[in-house]
């Protein structure tokens, strides 16, 4: 069950967080979908989209897939990011985060995001999986 909207994510995103990259599109139990629109900042000779936009994409996407599950939590950080680039994404299209927490415990996350271009959404561009350390609150009992 989602404690926070797309809207009070995205606020909370502002405050916190403004230099993110993406904004959250939907958000539902235990996932999160995000979106980035390309522009030159994020791109590569081909033009492609850069390595690290999308790993840095992809970690905003599980973040913001922990907040809507926990609410708003500043201190949930990465502790573990493994990516593995799939194929190229086009310069020319935005590209999409679909997270999925596989795990939501009292001190970690586990979850899995599948980078996908606009321009062909069938088949993923990079999947990566990470962990997030979430800080100690005795209120909060999401499990192990």
Do not use: W
């Not at 404690?3 to 993110?20: C, G, H, K, N, S």
């Not at 609410?71 to 502790?79: C, D, F, H, K, Y």
């Not at 996908?116 to 561009?125: C, E, G, I, L």
Request: hydrophobic share 40%; glycine share 6%.
């Amino acid at each position: 069950m989602t404690v926070m909207t797309v809207e009070q994510i995205e606020r909370f995103l502002d405050e916190v967080f403004p230099q993110r990259t993406g904004r959250t599109e939907s958000v539902g139990d235990m996932c999160a979908t995000l979106r980035l629109a390309i522009d030159e900042r994020h791109l590569r000779p081909g033009p492609r989209v850069s390595g690290p936009t999308m790993m840095g994409f992809a970690d905003v996407a599980l973040y913001v897939a922990i907040l809507a599950q926990i609410g708003p939590e500043p201190m949930a950080v990465t502790s573990d990011l493994n990516c593995h680039f799939l194929r190229a994404a086009s310069g020319e299209h935005d590209i999409m985060a679909h997270a999925r927490l596989i795990k939501l415990g009292r001190r970690l996350a586990v979850g899995e995001v599948q980078i996908f271009s606009v321009s062909d959404d069938t088949r993923p561009v990079a999947h990566i999986t990470a962990s997030y350390a979430l800080p100690d609150k005795p209120s909060r009992e999401q499990g192990v």
